[in-house]
Protein backbone atom coordinates (compact mmCIF):
# COMPACT_ATOMS: atom_id res chain seq x y z
CA UNK A 1 0.00 0.00 0.00
CA UNK A 2 1.29 3.31 -0.99
CA UNK A 3 0.40 6.62 1.26
CA UNK A 4 0.18 9.57 -0.82
CA UNK A 5 0.34 12.62 1.12
CA UNK A 6 -0.56 16.33 -0.67
CA UNK A 7 0.44 19.76 0.74
CA UNK A 8 0.56 23.48 -0.66
CA UNK A 9 -2.66 24.18 -1.94
CA UNK A 10 -4.40 27.63 -1.25
CA UNK A 11 -5.82 30.39 -2.64
CA UNK A 12 -4.08 33.02 -5.71
CA UNK A 13 -5.03 35.55 -7.47
CA UNK A 14 -4.44 34.91 -11.22
CA UNK A 15 -1.71 35.52 -12.42
CA UNK A 16 -0.14 33.66 -9.69
CA UNK A 17 2.23 30.84 -8.90
CA UNK A 18 1.76 27.80 -6.47
CA UNK A 19 3.79 24.77 -5.63
CA UNK A 20 2.34 21.34 -4.58
CA UNK A 21 4.20 18.52 -3.10
CA UNK A 22 3.54 14.75 -2.73
CA UNK A 23 5.06 12.75 -0.48
CA UNK A 24 4.98 8.97 -0.67
CA UNK A 25 5.67 6.16 1.67
CA UNK A 26 5.22 2.62 1.77
CA UNK A 27 6.75 1.77 -1.10
CA UNK A 28 9.80 1.87 -4.05
CA UNK A 29 9.03 4.99 -4.79
CA UNK A 30 11.69 5.17 -7.97
CA UNK A 31 9.16 1.91 -9.80
CA UNK A 32 6.04 4.35 -10.03
CA UNK A 33 4.83 6.76 -12.43
CA UNK A 34 4.01 9.64 -10.47
CA UNK A 35 1.01 12.03 -11.95
CA UNK A 36 -1.39 14.69 -10.65
CA UNK A 37 -5.16 15.06 -11.73
CA UNK A 38 -7.77 17.47 -10.74
CA UNK A 39 -11.29 17.75 -10.26
CA UNK A 40 -13.58 20.82 -10.69
CA UNK A 41 -16.88 21.23 -9.42
CA UNK A 42 -19.47 19.13 -11.44
CA UNK A 43 -16.42 17.90 -13.81
CA UNK A 44 -14.50 14.31 -13.96
CA UNK A 45 -11.40 14.11 -12.50
CA UNK A 46 -8.72 14.71 -14.78
CA UNK A 47 -4.86 14.29 -15.90
CA UNK A 48 -2.83 17.52 -15.74
CA UNK A 49 0.97 15.74 -15.39
CA UNK A 50 2.67 12.84 -15.12
CA UNK A 51 6.34 11.48 -15.07
CA UNK A 52 7.96 8.43 -14.91
CA UNK A 53 10.98 7.55 -12.44
CA UNK A 54 14.12 9.02 -15.34
CA UNK A 55 11.30 9.55 -17.95
CA UNK A 56 9.98 12.86 -19.84
CA UNK A 57 6.87 14.50 -18.18
CA UNK A 58 3.27 14.95 -20.06
CA UNK A 59 1.25 17.54 -19.75
CA UNK A 60 -3.07 17.94 -20.33
CA UNK A 61 -2.59 20.92 -23.23
CA UNK A 62 -4.47 23.45 -20.97
CA UNK A 63 -1.62 23.63 -18.50
CA UNK A 64 1.62 23.28 -21.36
CA UNK A 65 3.72 26.09 -20.48
CA UNK A 66 2.52 26.77 -17.10
CA UNK A 67 2.52 24.22 -15.22
CA UNK A 68 6.00 22.03 -14.25
CA UNK A 69 5.77 18.61 -12.77
CA UNK A 70 9.35 16.96 -11.24
CA UNK A 71 10.17 14.25 -8.75
CA UNK A 72 12.56 13.98 -6.21
CA UNK A 73 13.19 10.32 -5.85
CA UNK A 74 15.39 10.76 -2.94
CA UNK A 75 13.04 12.15 -1.03
CA UNK A 76 10.32 10.46 -2.43
CA UNK A 77 8.17 13.47 -3.35
CA UNK A 78 6.40 14.37 -6.36
CA UNK A 79 5.99 18.59 -7.27
CA UNK A 80 3.40 20.75 -9.56
CA UNK A 81 4.41 23.96 -10.01
CA UNK A 82 1.83 26.05 -11.14
CA UNK A 83 2.46 29.70 -12.86
CA UNK A 84 0.13 32.40 -14.94
CA UNK A 85 -3.04 30.43 -12.82
CA UNK A 86 -6.08 30.97 -14.07
CA UNK A 87 -9.60 30.42 -12.79
CA UNK A 88 -10.25 27.58 -14.66
CA UNK A 89 -7.43 26.21 -12.94
CA UNK A 90 -10.03 25.81 -9.38
CA UNK A 91 -9.80 22.15 -8.54
CA UNK A 92 -9.06 19.73 -5.87
CA UNK A 93 -5.46 18.51 -6.72
CA UNK A 94 -4.72 14.71 -5.88
CA UNK A 95 -1.48 12.70 -6.53
CA UNK A 96 -1.37 9.50 -7.92
CA UNK A 97 0.85 6.79 -7.99
CA UNK A 98 0.66 4.41 -10.50
CA UNK A 99 2.99 1.04 -10.31
CA UNK A 100 3.43 -2.80 -8.75
CA UNK A 101 1.16 -2.30 -6.32
CA UNK A 102 -1.69 -0.92 -8.77
CA UNK A 103 -2.74 2.33 -8.66
CA UNK A 104 -2.53 5.01 -5.65
CA UNK A 105 -4.39 8.18 -4.39
CA UNK A 106 -3.94 11.13 -2.16
CA UNK A 107 -6.67 12.63 -0.65
CA UNK A 108 -6.10 16.01 -1.90
CA UNK A 109 -5.46 19.76 -2.43
CA UNK A 110 -8.01 22.45 -3.29
CA UNK A 111 -6.38 25.12 -5.47
CA UNK A 112 -8.70 28.22 -5.98
CA UNK A 113 -7.98 30.93 -8.16
CA UNK A 114 -9.71 34.02 -7.31
CA UNK A 115 -9.53 37.93 -7.05
Known amino acids: QVQLVESGGGLVQPGGSLRLSCAAS????????MGWYRQAPGRQRELVAR???????TYADSVKGRFTISRDNAKNTVYLQMNILKPDDTAVYYC?????????WGQGTQVTVSS
Open 96 to 104: NALGPGGMN
Open 26 to 33: GTIFGLYV
Open 51 to 57: IPSGGTA
